[in-house]
Nanobody, 126 residues
Framework: QVQLVESGGGLVQAGGSLRLSCAAF????????MGWFRQAPGKEREFIAA????????YYADSVKGRFTISRDNAKNTVYLQMNSLKPEDTAVYYC???????????????????WGQGTQVTVSS
């Protein structure tokens, strides 16, 4: 089992920044691909960003490309999501997830991820 705990969410004005963290506990491995997803009220959960175990391969949704940056610190079993130039439409619950298949290519598909955190709320005011 892998437990994922997100933190860093909160209320921020449009144009501001937040950094989300996701700490992994339990049967952790630095070889896991990690992803961030979000779910806005009344909408389905969507892919935001993913990073492979080396950190050398990252993917982003078009909606956040150039504004969000995913990174990881394998020594700390933690993945981060730096969010800049936030917009009201970024308001959502943000989830981190782990893909334990040891793939070298990060997936954008939710079904590839085996473990999920409980989510952290991000609210961007206009």
């Amino acid at each position: 089992q892998v437990q994922l705990v997100e933190s860093g969410g909160g209320l921020v004005q449009a144009g501001g920044s937040l950094r989300l963290s996701c700490a992994a506990f339990g049967r952790t491995s630095s070889r896991y691909t990690m992803g961030w997803f979000r779910q806005a009220p009344g909408k389905e959960r969507e892919f935001i960003a993913a990073i492979n175990w080396t950190g050398g391969s990252t993917y982003y949704a078009d909606s956040v490309k150039g504004r969000f940056t995913i990174s990881r610190d394998n020594a700390k079993n933690t993945v981060y999501l730096q969010m800049n130039s936030l917009k009201p439409e970024d308001t959502a619950v943000y989830y981190c997830a782990a893909d334990t298949s040891l793939t070298v290519v990060p997936s954008t598909a939710q079904y590839e991820y085996d473990f999920w955190g409980q989510g952290t709320q991000v609210t961007v005011s206009s």
